[in-house]
């Protein structure tokens, strides 16, 4: 079973616009990780944020991240055709041995030239 | 290559065949990770290897399916007698070093396993 929830499951947007999903799971947590996956290929990782953070960048990339409310965000900012995939977020549960991640059911994001 | 490698891309079979679904990590990860993916959903954890210990299989769905990692580096997964709900994605993820999941795992574009 999986941890939690995505949303949107799918968003459409313009190039230049920005995108923002969002995750909710269930048990408290380690770290976050968010993921891209693109039609057909393997997941790529974008960023990791610990329970300790509550903010963190990576060029277009700024995720957030509340524990006392089970969420994290994606945004992505000035999107691009290019960012056009299936975005997961990913954690890893507390006690975990081993570094399993559980995945969200993803949001699908549309970027239109 | 430097990334993590499956074989074959595509595999049809017919219910109640055995199949086995290979991946190359990256070489020197000590962490192996399978994961099955469902059409239009996110990853699902099958089981873990530390080197060739098979350290957690929790997420095996039945005895019909069994992972190796015999010397540490190329892993096998393994379904016998195949139904159809087994098709499905099947991932395979390395990481650098031991436990902890506070560092990125990098996916091979995954085996697309379609049972007939």
């Known amino acids: 079973s999986q941890q939690g929830e995505e949303d949107p499951q799918a968003l459409s947007i313009q190039e230049g616009e920005n995108a923002t999903m969002n995750c909710s799971y269930k048990?408290?947590?380690?770290?976050l990780q968010w993921y891209r996956q693109n039609s057909g290929r393997g997941l790529v990782h974008l960023i990791l944020?610990?329970?300790?953070?509550r903010e963190k960048h990576s060029g277009r990339l700024r995720v957030t991240l509340d524990t006392s409310k089970k969420s994290s965000s994606l945004l992505i900012t000035a999107s691009r055709a290019a960012d056009t995939a299936s975005y997961f977020c990913a954690t890893d549960v507390i006690y975990n041995q081993g570094g399993k991640l559980i995945f969200g059911q993803g949001t699908e994001l549309s970027v239109k030239p | 290559g430097a990334g993590v490698s499956q074989s074959p891309r595509y595999k049809v079979a017919k219910r109640g065949q055995d199949v086995a679904l290979r991946c190359d990590p990256i070489s020197g990860h000590v962490s192996l990770f399978w994961y099955q993916q469902a059409l239009g959903q996110g990853p699902e954890f099958l089981t873990y290897?530390?080197?060739?210990?098979?350290?957690?299989k929790s997420g095996l769905p039945s005895d019909r399916f069994f992972a190796e990692r015999p010397e540490g580096s190329v892993s096998t997964l393994k379904i016998q007698r195949t139904q159809q709900e087994d098709s499905a994605v099947y991932l395979c993820?390395?990481?650098?070093?031991?436990?902890?999941?506070?560092?990125?795992?990098?996916f091979g574009d995954g085996t697309r396993l379609s049972i007939l």
């Open positions: 048990t408290s947590i380690n770290n």
């Open positions: 993820a390395s990481s650098l070093d031991v436990g902890g999941g506070d560092q990125p795992q990098h």
């Open positions: 944020i610990r329970s300790n953070e």
């Open positions: 290897f530390q080197n060739e210990a098979q350290l957690d």
